[in-house]
């Protein structure tokens, strides 16, 4: 098993530019998520999803959108950059809800916008 | 949603164990706690949770005092590659969700 994946690794992006970051995963988990971390700080959550066809909006979910078609797969858009956006974006997965199950994290995508 | 303090950071010697301290005073009936950890440049990884009783795995130990204001990851033998940011965190369910709420962690360094 990949276990979770995350495309593309780094992107640097122009204020105003749009992109859309692709999480996925083999282990047929109900439960995705989308974290951000800043430098030096813990993660935020910015949406998640709880079902193919859900989403909800985490502590910071404001600049983004997300979609969840698929099972296997949570994206991540960013319809028009800022610098504030300027993070490393982790995405994760859990069995069902995460009070019990563990999440398992992908490797992280570096986003820097100028 | 529930607060947790850690050390900011601590330090111990390779091949011995290591207590890393969490304090939640604010601590529900049905709040878990969770621990993760983060090495440098990766996605942060379970540790182990708990909600009442001591817990064992093959990474750690958690100890949880009997009031669960507060509770101690042990590690047994630290290795180098145990040198990481550790994550206490309290879930709290909400219906048949709950959200990880990370704090700023304890950076721990292990010295050969």
């Known amino acids: 098993n990949a276990g979770v994946t995350q495309t593309p690794k780094f992107r640097v992006l122009k204020t105003g530019q749009s992109m859309t970051l692709l999480c996925a995963q083999d282990m047929n988990h109900e439960y995705m998520y989308w974290y951000r971390q800043d430098p030096g700080m813990g993660l935020r959550l910015i949406h998640y999803s709880v079902g193919e066809g859900t989403t909800a909006k985490g502590e910071v979910p404001d600049g983004y959108n997300v979609s969840r078609l698929k099972k296997q797969n949570f994206l991540l858009g960013l319809e028009s950059a800022a610098p504030s956006q300027t993070s490393v974006y982790f995405c994760?997965?859990?069995?069902?809800?995460?009070?019990?199950?563990?999440?398992?994290f992908g490797p992280g995508t570096r986003l820097t916008v100028t | 949603d529930a607060k947790t303090t850690q050390p900011n950071s601590m330090e111990s010697n390779e091949e011995e164990p290591v207590h890393l301290p969490c304090n939640h005073s604010t601590i529900s009936g049905t709040d878990y706690i969770h621990w993760y950890r983060q090495l440098p440049s990766q996605g942060p990884e379970y540790v182990i949770h708990g909600l009442t009783s001591n817990v064992n795995n093959r990474m750690a130990s958690l100890a949880i005092a009997e009031d669960r204001k507060s509770s101690t990851l042990i590690l047994h033998r630290a290795t180098l590659r145990d040198a990481a940011v550790y994550y206490c965190?309290?879930?709290?369910?909400?219906?048949?969700?709950?959200?990880?709420?990370f704090g700023q962690g304890t950076t721990l360094q292990v010295k050969p």
């Open positions: 965190i309290l879930l709290r369910r909400d219906g048949n969700t709950g959200k990880l709420i």
């Open positions: 994760a997965s859990s069995y069902l809800g995460p009070y019990s199950y563990e999440q398992y």
